[in-house]
């Protein structure tokens, strides 16, 4: 049955509003995702100076650090998944838990022991619903982390790292979160944070600088250098990673409502056609209905 054009007008009124509001959204999150970039950049040189300490010390000592021992046997494995607290974000969000289910898929079929971390509402509600126990959960800052908040989650994720197994500790710690690439590419990647490993540059030396190693000296002690620098590079791992993810989330909200915004534009633009074909319809009928009653008046 054809709509009537009371209703084809009503119809084109939802979809108008609806439009103005995935509009407004689309111009908030294209705001929000440049400073959310702006960020991540800024996070660069800082996270660059602290790899290359962490990798000095660690390459040009002799400690045996525990964040960098490698298990005999991985028996137990953590993973952190960063997601979004809130939807309408495309496939930002299933991207993550796809991956994330991979992951698991992996361990279980290694026969490893999974704890499971989220940061977001949306992937904690993804395991909650599906019965899986979460080891921890943290939400509503995905927008816009704060170093706290990643400090938060790591010191927690560390000492569950150093804990012994018997006493729910774990061999490793994965991180599965998006890499923000462009406005219009977003990629999920997956990180192993712990033990961790750090592997030396390959830059060609000259000759000189192959027979003269430099030498290093450390005041404290490596190992305590070590204790200071390792967690913090693990803090701040996990901070530029809640920054890309918040920046990836934003590109991916602002791709979806500018899509549903031209999807609206069409509908309203068909609408308004079938309204139009729907008035004429009316009238033509109207002037039928005139005409046929004055010849019947006649006659």
Same mark, same amino acid.
């Given at each position: ?16 509003? /609806? ?9 908030? $999150? ?19 100076? =602290? ?7 660690? /390459? ?7 964040? !960098?021992?490698?298990? $005999? ?51 904690? *509600? ?30 927690? =994720? ?7 197994? *018997? ?10 979160? !998006? ?14 944070? =712990?033990? =961790? ?10 000759? /000189? ?41 934003? $590109? ?19 609408? !308004? ?10 009238? !033509? ?12 008046? $006649?006659?």
């Amino acid at each position: 049955m054809p709509a009537t054009l009371r209703e084809l007008r009503e119809r084109r009124k939802s979809v108008s509003a /609806t439009m103005k509001i995935t509009k407004a959204m689309e111009l908030i $999150a294209a705001s929000r995702v440049m400073r959310a970039q702006a960020r991540a950049r800024q996070a660069v040189p800082y996270n660059e100076q =602290l790899v290359r300490a962490v990798s000095d010390v660690a /390459t040009y000592s002799s400690e045996d650090h525990p964040l !960098t021992m490698e298990p $005999a046997e991985s028996r137990r494995v953590a993973m952190l998944v960063v997601s979004a607290d809130r939807g309408l974000a495309g496939a930002y969000n299933a991207n993550v838990i796809r991956v994330a289910e991979g992951l698991l898929k992996r361990f279980d079929e290694e026969g490893k022991e999974v704890e499971v971390y989220t940061c977001g509402r949306k992937v904690r *509600d993804y395991f909650t619903f599906r019965g899986r126990e979460l080891a921890g959960s943290w939400f509503g800052f995905s927008e816009k982390p704060s170093y706290a908040d990643a400090r938060t989650i790591g010191k927690l =994720l560390i000492d569950q790292f150093l804990e012994d197994d *018997d006493k729910g500790g774990v061999d490793e710690l994965h991180l599965v979160f !998006t890499r923000f690439k462009s406005m219009v590419s977003q990629q999920v990647q997956i990180v192993r944070l =712990l033990p =961790l490993e750090v592997v030396e540059g390959e830059e060609e030396l000259s000759p /000189t600088e192959q027979l003269i190693p430099d030498e290093y000296h450390y005041e404290p002690k490596a190992e305590e250098v070590l204790d200071a620098l390792l967690p913090l590079y693990i803090i701040n791992r996990i901070h530029f990673a809640l920054m890309e993810s918040a920046a990836s989330e934003l $590109a991916a909200r602002q791709q979806a409502m500018h899509s549903a915004t031209d999807n609206a534009k069409q509908l309203i633009d068909g609408l !308004t056609r079938d309204a139009n074909q729907a008035r004429q319809a009316e009238i !033509t009928q109207e002037i039928n209905e005139i005409v046929g009653g004055a010849g019947a008046l $006649a006659a």
